[in-house]
């Protein structure tokens, strides 16, 4: 997968690499790059372009992540972006956002979930004072969608949020609207696929009024 958000002076540019998931989870008998004995995973990286096109060689910001997810990077300001992914916590697929600046090291990293489930789809979006983060998981057998309202230090500033009651979604983004974050979403309905925009309370992330198929 790969990401890309604008900063002062350029662009960071976000990449995934592929990797299974059903690959046996076995311990180094030595230490991968970062020192850990813990197997490498998709490769998650973060590279800088300036204006006139000249690269820095990236920063890897997790040799850990899960490709099935992808990954989402938003703008935050001329200084600072927000990278959305999953990896594994204790054996469970999570959900994690890094807050990088605009030379792409990471400048913060938090697990926003406990227990997501089997999450196939990940995205951000900035807003005037933190951001939001969406993700779709499976934790009953159907894939629904939630998400967070995150503050400036990646911290939740209200309770995870179900966004509506039906399942079956495939797919999502997020874009900003004036001090909203709309959401589209693509699921399953019988023998079709419906896209739909719900727009999201900026105070806690919730459904602000009705879901609307496109």
Same mark, same amino acid.
């Given at each position: 997968?790969?990401?890309?958000?604008?900063?002062?002076?350029?662009?960071?540019?976000? =990449?995934?690499?592929?990797?299974?998931?059903?690959?046996?989870?076995?311990?180094?008998?030595? *230490?991968?790059?970062?020192?850990?004995?813990? *197997?490498?995973?998709?490769?998650?990286?973060?590279?800088? $372009?300036?204006?006139?096109?000249? =690269?820095?060689?990236?920063? #890897?910001?997790?040799?850990?992540?899960?490709?099935?997810?992808?990954? =989402? &990077?938003? %703008?935050? +300001?001329?200084?600072?972006?927000?990278?959305?992914?999953?990896?594994?916590?204790?054996?469970?697929?999570?959900? $994690?956002?890094?807050?990088?600046?605009?030379?792409?090291?990471?400048?913060?990293?938090?697990?926003?979930?406990?227990?997501?489930?089997?999450?196939?789809?990940?995205?951000?979006?900035?807003?005037?004072?933190?951001?939001?983060?969406?993700? #779709? !998981?499976?934790?009953?057998?159907?894939?629904?969608?939630?998400? !967070?309202?995150?503050?400036?230090?990646?911290?939740?500033?209200?309770?995870?949020?179900? #966004?509506?009651?039906?399942?079956? $979604?495939?797919?999502?983004?997020?874009?900003?609207?004036?001090?909203?974050?709309?959401? $589209? !979403?693509?699921?399953?309905?019988?023998?079709?696929?419906?896209? +739909?925009?719900?727009? &999201?309370? *900026?105070?806690?992330?919730? %459904?602000?009024?009705?879901?609307? *198929? #496109?």
């Amino acid at each position: 997968d790969l990401s890309a958000a604008r900063v002062a002076g350029g662009w960071l540019l976000a =990449s995934l690499t592929q990797f299974d998931d059903s690959t046996p989870y076995v311990r180094r008998t030595t *230490p991968a790059p970062d020192g850990k004995l813990a *197997p490498v995973r998709a490769l998650l990286g973060v590279q800088v $372009f300036s204006n006139d096109g000249r =690269s820095e060689p990236p920063r #890897i910001v997790s040799y850990r992540a899960r490709a099935t997810a992808g990954a =989402s &990077l938003c %703008r935050l +300001s001329n200084e600072r972006a927000l990278l959305a992914w999953t990896a594994l916590d204790q054996q469970r697929p999570e959900v $994690f956002a890094t807050l990088l600046g605009k030379d792409g090291a990471s400048l913060m990293q938090r697990v926003l979930t406990k227990g997501a489930g089997e999450v196939t789809a990940v995205a951000a979006a900035p807003l005037a004072r933190g951001s939001v983060v969406a993700w #779709i !998981a499976d934790r009953d057998g159907e894939a629904r969608l939630f998400a !967070a309202r995150l503050n400036e230090d990646l911290l939740r500033t209200a309770p995870e949020q179900r #966004i509506g009651s039906v399942g079956g $979604f495939t797919a999502l983004s997020l874009a900003r609207r004036g001090d909203e974050a709309w959401l $589209f !979403a693509a699921r399953r309905s019988e023998r079709e696929e419906v896209l +739909s925009l719900t727009r &999201l309370d *900026p105070k806690t992330a919730a %459904r602000r009024g009705d879901e609307v *198929p #496109i």
